[in-house]
């Protein structure tokens, strides 16, 4: 288990984390969503003791990370696929984090069959593209058999392939019992990969659950699809719904529920063909939730005025 017991951290003026509280259950993959420079990276580096925290705390079963006697043996982290010595080949790599805490080489050449690059062992990571070096960080998290693992950004650079293969191992080492903790920008991997969700913004959390309590909560749309749209539509708007047409026949309505939008159809006398509530994606939950701790945004471009 992590727990994070009001951890904050501040560089000079800036507060990177808030007082956050919660905890990364066993058992379960937990994704750890929030926008660029909501903290994510500094929680997990904290976690791992790579960093200090200002005020409170990150324990991993109990213990600072600095306490624990043989670490790659409790825990396993990928945070930097490319953090690694480039003139050193992959099988080198994890040899010496191996010697670091006794752990055997045959168990090296295991993680790497595991991880798909054994073909690849005695080349030298320099050369490696993304995809390779996150397969070769994940052999390292790996190689103490650890039971709390951390991943921030996994599936950077990875191939379709490989985002299925490591969603897979994510669900694989949960039902084993391990912690799973996944940092990621990517909302429609974390909706099929994680069963937590963990949500921050500008250091603050935000929400925190499972992806359905999460996406029941939010503001859905209505597919609907009708003999006389224009009709229904003056109908819908008259009753403050948002109304979108989205092919000839077939509108998406907001801010009305299903029964309303049959009962205004009924009082305008329109036939209604199909009338299906649609939930909310993660990546809408997501965009709601931390529309107001965007520390890096677009804006529309104005005409020029010139």
């Excluded at 903290?39 to 580096?45: A, D, E, L, Q, V």
């Excluded at 950004?153 to 990875?158: A, D």
């Excluded at 084993?176 to 921050?200: K, Y």
Aim: glycine share 10%.
């Amino acid at each position: 288990m992590i727990k994070i017991d009001h951890l904050s951290k501040r560089y000079s003026k800036t507060l990177a984390v808030d007082d956050l509280d919660f905890e990364v259950r066993p058992g379960v993959v937990t994704g750890f969503l929030g926008p660029n420079g909501s903290g994510k990276s500094t929680t997990m580096r904290i976690v791992l003791g790579l960093d200090h925290a200002t005020k409170g705390r990150a324990t991993i079963n109990g213990k600072s990370y600095q306490d624990l006697k043989s670490p790659l043996h409790e825990v396993g982290a990928l945070l930097d696929a490319k953090a690694v010595h480039p003139g050193r080949t992959a099988r080198n790599h994890l040899r010496a984090l191996a010697a670091s805490n006794k752990i055997s080489k045959a168990r090296v050449d295991e993680v790497l069959e595991f991880a798909g690059i054994s073909s690849v062992a005695n080349k030298k990571v320099g050369g490696f593209s993304m995809g390779m070096s996150q397969r070769l960080g994940i052999a390292g998290a790996l190689l103490g058999d650890p039971g709390v693992l951390l991943f921030d950004e996994p599936v950077n650079g990875l191939d379709p392939e490989g985002i299925k293969w490591i969603r897979e191992f994510f669900q694989s080492l949960a039902k084993e019992g391990r912690t799973v903790f996944v940092s990621s920008h990517l909302m429609s991997e974390m909706a099929l990969s994680a069963d937590q969700i963990i949500v921050i913004g500008r250091g603050k959390l935000i929400t925190q659950g499972s992806v359905d309590d999460l996406t029941a909560t939010a503001k859905g749309t209505v597919y609907v699809r009708t003999s006389d749209p224009k009709k229904l539509i003056s109908a819908l708007v008259a009753e403050r719904g948002e109304v979108q047409e989205v092919n000839d026949n077939g509108l998406s309505v907001s801010g009305l529920s299903s029964d309303a939008i049959g009962e205004s159809a009924f009082r305008v006398g329109v036939v209604i063909h199909e009338l299906t509530p649609q939930r909310a994606s993660l990546e809408e939950v997501f965009m709601e939730l931390t529309a107001g701790a965007v520390e890096y945004g677009s804006h529309p471009m104005g005409a020029s005025s010139e």
